[in-house]
């Protein structure tokens, strides 16, 4: 079964103070891996697409990493604004263009 | 990135009703529409993929009957909530979707806050 898990469910970080979150997942054929940003109340805004292992990806202070197995998202020097919710989600090459969420990993920056 | 947009962002209505959503995608013709539900803290879950001019395939465990999805045009697809009741109150979320040659993107609207009273 298709699946995505995300690590940690919350995160607290001060501001300037670098980590990552962790998406992993299983899928019988990866089509695509994606990163979103979600405010409260809002829908999902796009940041990037993954599609195969090694492949990175960089915006601002954000930074993707793809392997088999899972992925991460590298946040350095982190600002207030930075705080929101952020979701992993596989697109299976299975057709069509069914994608799967995980719950999110809600990170805190204070100032 | 394209651009959806979904109304209305948030709705009220009495338990019995019918409301309808509306998600457009206003700067491209949509292959797929999907239409995603979310509970407060919780991951969005799929409701419904829907193909313009084709019926919608939904998930199992979502009441076709009582969730309308017209697909009528490359560009509009509409999500009813058919007698609503307060279990019904939920966050809404559609998205879209075009075919290139490698892009798989979907694009979301803002949303649609349902509170069913």
């Known amino acids: 079964e298709d699946q995505v898990t995300q690590s940690p469910e919350a995160l607290r970080l001060q501001e300037g103070e670098s980590s990552s979150l962790n998406c992993s997942y299983t899928?019988?054929?990866?089509?695509?891996l994606f990163w979103y940003r979600q405010d409260p109340g809002k829908g999902p805004e796009f940041l990037f697409t993954l599609y195969s292992a090694g492949e990175e990806k960089e915006k601002e202070r954000l930074k993707a990493t793809l392997t088999k197995k899972e992925s991460f998202l590298h946040i350095t020097a982190p600002k207030p604004e930075d705080s929101a919710t952020y979701l992993c989600?596989?697109?299976?090459?299975?057709?069509?263009?069914?994608?799967?969420f995980g719950a999110g990993t809600r990170l805190f920056v204070k100032a | 990135g394209a651009v959806v947009s979904q109304h209305p962002s948030w709705v009220i209505c009495k338990s019995g009703t019918s409301v309808k959503i509306e998600c457009r995608s206003l700067?491209?013709?949509?292959?797929?529409m999907f239409w995603y539900r979310q509970f407060p803290k919780q991951s969005l879950m799929l409701m419904a993929t829907?193909?313009?001019?084709?019926?919608?395939?939904?998930e199992q465990g979502v009441e076709k009957d009582k969730f309308l999805i017209n697909h009528a045009s490359l560009t509009l697809s509409t999500l009813t909530v058919t007698s609503a009741h307060p279990e019904d109150s939920s966050f809404y979320i559609c998205?879209?979707?075009?075919?290139?040659?490698?892009?798989?993107?979907?694009?979301f609207g803002q949303g649609t806050r349902l509170t069913v009273v």
């Open positions: 829907s193909n313009e001019g084709s019926k919608a395939t939904y």
């Open positions: 899928v019988s054929g990866l089509r695509g």
């Open positions: 700067d491209f013709q949509a292959t797929t």
């Open positions: 989600a596989v697109q299976p090459n299975t057709g069509g263009f069914k994608t799967i």
């Open positions: 998205s879209a979707s075009f075919w290139t040659a490698k892009n798989t993107e979907a694009f």
